[in-house]
């Protein structure tokens, strides 16, 4: 009972402080970065919605691996299995999430008219911790980034070192 316990308050201290979440729900290639709140037992989450964060492999009913990272060091602290729950809109315990959840949001666009954008084009979700944390793994688990068209690699122009590094003539004093 004990270390349920000490399990529990380690994955509900280290989601509060964390800025971010990793999540990969089922299916999905890799783990997605999430801003959250908790509350209640759960870290919240919303997006799937214009100018919101996207939720992907998350559907109500099924699970989530989320990772917990370090506010300051950036580092993983803990990782756990969760169930992912979607109350419905306008429910009272989708209006407690949202409530939690317009505080944290930054740089919206339509500020109180926020939560009925919410209802109609997002969802809300719930992630709640589902037994003890899973061990944490041994090696890095980095991943090489995702191809993009937006690179902009390409050599260097044959002048260019002559010009950055060229020294320049000293004045002589007077």
């Keep these: ?5 000490l399990d529990r308050a380690l994955i ?6 964390s800025g971010l979440i990793w999540v990969k729900g089922e299916g999905a290639p890799a783990a ?7 509350h209640e ?5 919303v997006g799937d919605g214009p100018g919101e964060q996207p939720l992907p492999y998350l559907t109500a009913g099924g699970s989530a691996e989320v990772t917990v990272r370090s506010k300051d060091k ?8 969760a169930t992912v729950t979607e109350p ?3 429910s009272e315990e989708w209006l407690a999430a949202v409530a939690e959840l317009k505080g944290k949001r930054l740089n919206a666009p339509d500020g109180e008219a926020m939560p009925a954008r919410w209802a109609r084009e997002c969802r809300v979700l ?3 911790p589902a037994g003890a944390p899973l061990p944490l793994p041994d ?6 980034p995702v191809p993009s068209p937006a690179t902009t690699r390409e050599p260097l122009p044959e002048g260019l070192p002559r010009l950055l590094f060229k020294r320049r003539g000293r004045k002589p004093r007077s």
Excluded: F
């Design 88 to 90: 419905a809109p306008e």
């Design 32 to 38: 997605r970065a999430l801003w959250h709140v908790w």
């Design 74 to 81: 950036g580092g993983r602290l803990v990782t756990y299995t």
């Design 139 to 144: 090696g890095s688990l980095a991943a090489p």
């Design 126 to 128: 719930r992630l709640e």
């Design 1 to 5: 009972m004990t270390s349920e316990l």
């Design 12 to 17: 509900e201290e280290a989601t509060k402080k």
């Design 41 to 45: 037992g759960a870290a919240c989450v």
